[in-house]
């Protein structure tokens, strides 16, 4: 299934070191999400988009920053990367109605802050 | 602060045995109710979800989760599990209390299953 996918998969980088994970879809869907997951702590919500004017920050932006370039695109950037930025990180979509909030993931950008 | 718990991070089980793994939110409103699944290198992938309706959920794979309001509990279920079963197991809860109803993860549990 690559309705959702993302670039890179891996990413190895050193602290201080400006990066970009992009996210693009296929499923048509106006709602894009950035999760970091942590062992032991679940996934955590970074950003989320319901449209491409439409930015709000999840719960622990701090560090991050997003693009919404097309309803399809949607790109985190670590603009100075330090160590405990390293994480998976999945990137999701979902569809209005909002209310049932499923939503769909990619298949995880695996980043090492050296 | 709303919240998902789940009880056990990891858990061995033999292939055939039955399996039962907890989740507990703390909301007292209405609750969309989900469980994902992510096995090795792959991402998430739905496994049930609860919206309304008959409380007990059945998913894919032979997986089926009940929603219990007044334990605030939406436990997730399989008679006989599989090496396949292998794989970190989420809950997930989104609670409607107005604005933007964000999907709140647990920790996650972690299932092996040995041959």
């Known amino acids: 299934d690559a309705d959702v996918t993302q670039t890179p998969r891996n990413r190895i980088t050193k602290t201080g070191k400006r990066i970009m994970l992009e996210c693009s879809q296929t499923k048509g869907h106006d709602r894009m999400y950035w999760y970091r997951q942590d062992p032991g702590l679940g996934l955590r919500l970074i950003y989320y988009s319901f449209d491409v004017k439409d930015i709000n920050k999840g719960e622990i932006s701090d560090g991050y920053s997003v693009s919404r370039q097309a309803q399809a695109k949607f790109s985190l950037s670590l603009e100075s990367a330090i160590p405990n930025q390293t994480a998976l990180y999945f990137c999701?979509?979902?569809?209005?109605?909002?209310?049932?909030?499923?939503?769909?993931f990619g298949p995880g950008t695996r980043l090492t802050v050296l | 602060a709303q919240s998902v718990s789940q009880h056990n991070h990891h858990v061995i089980l033999s292939e055939a045995a039955s399996l039962e793994l907890g989740c507990n939110y703390s909301y007292g409103g209405t609750v969309n109710l989900f469980w994902y699944v992510q096995y090795p290198g792959q991402h998430l992938q739905l496994l049930l979800k609860?919206?309304?309706?008959?409380?007990l959920v059945k998913g894919i794979k032979g997986f089926e989760a009940e929603f219990i309001k007044s334990k605030f509990s939406f436990n997730l279920r399989k008679p006989s599990v599989q090496w396949s079963d292998t794989a970190e197991y989420f809950c997930?809860?989104?609670?409607?209390?107005?604005?933007?109803?964000?999907?709140?993860f647990g920790a996650g549990t972690r299932l092996a299953v040995h041959p």
């Open positions: 999701a979509t979902s569809d209005l109605p909002s209310d049932y909030n499923e939503q769909f």
């Open positions: 997930a809860v989104t609670p409607f209390s107005g604005g933007y109803n964000k999907l709140i």
């Open positions: 609860y919206f309304s309706g008959d409380p």
